[in-house]
């Protein structure tokens, strides 16, 4: 069986050889992307709750006592 791998020690390895790439630019990009849907879901969730949170507050402040005295 013969194996086509190059060994570790026959390539020279320096900052001009060594780089992130092209696909490490794109795993970036597709991460930042994915924390911006992220980020728009969480705020519109916060709001819902806010709004349903402040919606009891104007019901109970509208709602008339049931033992007046």
């Given amino acids: ?15 001009d050889t060594v780089s992130p790439g092209l696909l490490g630019f794109g795993v970036f990009l597709l991460l930042a992307v994915a924390l911006v849907f992220l980020v728009r879901s969480m705020n519109k969730r916060l709001r819902r709750i806010d709004a349903a949170r402040n919606k009891e507050l104007w019901e109970a402040d509208e709602a008339p006592a049931e033992n007046p005295r």
Avoid: C, E, G, S
């Avoid at 069986?1 to 900052?15: G, S, Y």
């Fill in 1 to 15: 069986m013969r194996t086509l791998a190059v060994p570790v020690h026959a390539i020279p390895l320096n900052d």
